[in-house]
């Protein structure tokens, strides 16, 4: 079940700093963590901390504000996700996962960042609704 706190049974790590309503999910895509592990980081579905795992959809694309129709749920971007050092533990020698997956032009708003969505999305939930393995996300609104 998503609610507006997220996902039921799902805790956040750091509740000071995720979770919330305005940050009641964190949306990665699968597509992402291969770039991700083919640049050399040791990733995998979970391991960036997010709630929903997407296949398919070009995170590039997505813009803050996007509603989206996720199983029984509708949701909303809010936020870039913002890198902290919990993710050190996959950093690869001299390489920061956080400098791969975020910039100064991202945290500006700057869609055009190659970086853009690679640090995913929060959402937060404006209609709880029961979420499964493999349902479709769709978009719904487009005003940003």
Known sequence: MLSP??????????????????????????????????LGYPVYPGALGENITTVGIDFR???????????????????NRIPCSTLDVYNTGDKPIQHAIY?????????????????????????????RQGDIIALTDQTV
């Open 5 to 38: 706190l997220g996902l039921e049974g799902d805790g956040h790590a750091h509740p000071q700093v995720h979770g919330g309503p305005w940050k009641a999910v964190l949306l990665i895509a699968s597509e992402d963590i291969e770039y991700l592990q083919g």
């Open 103 to 131: 910039d100064k032009r991202v945290k500006a708003g700057d869609v055009a960042s190659p970086r853009w969505g690679l640090s995913g999305f929060y959402a937060r939930v404006l209609e709880a609704g029961l979420v």
């Open 61 to 79: 694309r997505l813009r803050l504000g996007q509603r989206f129709r996720l199983g029984q749920a509708f949701i909303e971007l809010t936020r």
